[in-house]
């Protein structure tokens, strides 16, 4: 089926280390977003990208980095995880064209950082 | 900061009654696009219902349509004939067209009552 599929589902990780959240989308997707999901707070923008080769920062970046070598991946690396980055994290990605704006989002990852 | 605002953090509908969920939003921008997305316990994200801002009609899928006020800017979104399978988070979320990222309201939960 495609989609976005993310790793890992689950993930504990102990505060100081680092954590990379993979994302890959097979629809050819020009667009590419990082959402963290926490209660009361809604869904909030860390990264995004328009086009492989170019990244943006969205409204809580810090302690977040991604890349985009390519059109299908989109990983999110956490450098050195603090308790506060504790959430669910949501891949989502849009085409061009009548659909742009249509978030596709894959299943999330939920990241426990103690 | 532009924002988009939901001012119930919960709501409750018996099954096969109309439940309106509300959402206001804040732009400058004069063409956008609002949307509603429905996460269900699975934690998936799935599209409700899309509005194009320069469309004076609003837009329905089914059991689900929406009223645009554009000049209250006002988005709330009504859900007839309320299903158990209606139990959900629900977001509202504004874009700018093109591959511009989304920007989500805090959302509401909904509970449907058998």
């Known amino acids: 089926t495609a989609g976005i599929t993310q790793a890992p589902t689950s993930q504990i990780l102990a505060a100081g280390r680092s954590m990379t959240l993979r994302c890959t989308q097979d629809m050819r997707h020009n667009a590419m977003y990082w959402y963290r999901q926490d209660l009361g707070l809604g869904l909030r923008l860390i990264h995004y990208s328009n086009t492989a080769g170019t990244t943006g920062k969205g409204e809580v970046p810090d302690g977040y980095s991604v890349s985009r070598a390519n059109t299908d991946d989109f990983p999110l690396t956490l450098a050195s995880a603090v308790p506060s980055q504790t959430s669910v994290y949501f891949c989502?990605?849009?085409?061009?064209?009548?659909?742009?704006?249509?978030?596709?989002f894959g299943a999330g990852s939920r990241l426990t950082v103690l | 900061a532009q924002t988009v605002t939901q001012s119930q953090p919960e709501m409750s509908v018996q099954e096969a009654e109309t439940v309106t969920l509300s959402c206001t939003y804040d732009?400058?921008?004069?063409?956008?696009?609002l949307f509603w997305y429905k996460q269900p316990p699975s934690r998936q994200m799935i599209l409700v219902i899309r509005?194009?801002?320069?469309?004076?009609q609003n837009a329905t899928e089914n059991r689900f349509s929406v009223n645009f006020q554009k000049a209250a800017k006002s988005f709330s979104l009504k859900i007839s004939d309320s299903q158990l399978g209606d139990a959900a988070m629900y977001f509202c979320?504004?874009?700018?067209?093109?591959?511009?990222?989304?920007?989500f309201g805090k959302g509401t939960r909904l509970s449907v009552i058998a």
């Open positions: 509005q194009e801002a320069y469309k004076q």
């Open positions: 989502a990605s849009s085409p061009q064209g009548t659909g742009a704006n249509v978030l596709t």
């Open positions: 979320a504004r874009g700018r067209g093109g591959n511009t990222p989304l920007v």
């Open positions: 732009t400058s921008e004069s063409d956008y696009y």
